[in-house]
């Protein structure tokens, strides 16, 4: 009897018996891993190669993310460059523009494996992810194996309340990452920078989602390993990138580029200037608006109020920060008809569209595009506009 009250106690609790928030913790600790094992492993080294990683976390990753995702390194790499490739446009695997947010929330992992399947995605894509013997013979070949050899480790560890911490995490990455993610860091949220796609960051600050929740920034820097851009953000996966770096496991190849200025301004802009706002162009946009915002304000209160009232700073400082190609209609018909009516604004949005052009890398050599900018800064000192004259200086004292 005394054997069978073992067993069957066991199979109650397991080898060990937690109290009720013990096993929370563990759950939120398990989950914390698999979502490490995502940022880190599949998206910032893998996907991105923007950092390298010691073979011991790697190894471990790889069979963390098959035990509890059962993803093949090779097709997450190859579905979300594809993801780049065509963000929030037609081929875009997973868009919640494409395919609506409700269907993203929903069904995020389904199209995850719809696109999967296509042989082509991976061939096109997925170049440069391992493909050693374990990669052809286990993790792809058995891919759902080690969700059941999980789902084996938890009960024999926690009981039959292993079978629920099991669950959680199955669905943790396809509703963060799937949905939240994929779905909603596309659709809602703030953007620090407005590069050409609609991704944006969801909160400044994340624990559950390890710093992807900062999707803008990465979008506008995806070779970066680090999401966070300003000082009140907070990127959880950085944080165990800096310690496992510390630990000589990982290695990081790209950050966030930094943008420095020199004491005095350069007489003319150089080739270290042009390097600095090709570089920094998303940020360099919203210092534009900054500095021209005193005087935009002040020509936008001269127009008429039906004019006017589509151009209050608070609803349209983005047409400054935003390059032409990226307005909407309504706002290209609204910067138009404040042009016809104000000479200084018509000059304030031509220097930016051709601001744009110029950091837009055009078929110009490199010569060539210094010496635009040169031309650019001349115009800008002598328009008569002040604030347009400082951001010239501004450039003229930028490098990386």
Not at 236 to 254: F, H, S, T, Y
Request: overall charge positive; charged content about 25%; some cysteine.
């Amino acid at each position: 009897m005394s054997i069978l009250n073992y067993f069957l106690n066991w199979l109650g609790h397991g080898f060990f018996d937690l109290p009720w928030w013990g096993y929370i913790l563990v759950t939120l600790g398990l989950t914390h891993i698999t979502i490490l094992t995502v940022t880190i492993f599949l998206h910032r080294c893998q996907a991105h190669r923007a950092i390298e990683l010691h073979a011991i976390p790697s190894h471990f990753f790889r069979l963390w993310a098959w035990m509890t995702t059962g993803m093949v390194t090779k097709e997450w790499a190859a579905i979300h460059r594809k993801h780049h490739a065509y963000a929030d446009r037609e081929g875009d695997p997973h868009s919640p523009h494409i395919y609506g947010l409700k269907e993203l929330m929903l069904r995020g992992a389904e199209l995850y494996k719809e696109e999967a399947k296509n042989k082509e995605t991976a061939i096109k894509y997925g170049n440069g992810t391992p493909d050693d013997w374990l990669e052809r013979n286990v993790y792809s070949k058995y891919d759902s194996l080690g969700i059941w050899l999980m789902l084996a480790i938890n009960v024999m560890l926690f009981g039959v309340i292993g079978i629920t911490i099991w669950a959680v995490q199955m669905i943790w990455i396809p509703f963060f990452a799937a949905g939240v993610i994929n779905g909603l860091g596309h659709w809602f949220g703030y953007r620090n920078f407005e590069n050409p796609d609609k991704a944006t960051n969801l909160v400044p600050w994340g624990i559950f989602i390890g710093g992807e929740e900062l999707h803008n920034n990465h979008h506008t820097f995806a070779t970066s390993a680090k999401f966070s851009a300003k000082w009140y953000e907070f990127d959880l996966g950085w944080m165990w990138i800096r310690i496992m770096e510390m630990c000589k496991l990982a290695k990081v190849k790209k950050t966030i580029p930094e943008m420095y200025t020199t004491k005095a301004p350069k007489m003319l802009p150089d080739m270290q200037n042009l390097e600095a706002i090709v570089t920094n162009r998303y940020e360099l946009a919203v210092k534009f608006a900054r500095d021209l915002k005193a005087d935009y304000k002040t020509e936008v209160a001269k127009l008429k109020s039906s004019v006017a009232d589509k151009l209050s700073w608070s609803k349209a400082k983005t047409l400054l920060i935003k390059d032409k190609e990226l307005l909407t209609p309504s706002e290209q018909s609204t910067v138009e008809q404040a042009c016809k009516q104000s000479p200084v604004l018509q000059k304030i949005f031509a220097m930016r569209e051709e601001l744009s052009k110029l950091w837009a890398r055009s078929t110009l050599t490199k010569e060539e595009l210094v010496k635009a900018l040169q031309d650019w800064c001349k115009r800008a000192e002598e328009s008569g506009i002040e604030s347009l004259r400082n951001f010239s200086l501004r450039l003229r004292s930028v490098h990386c």
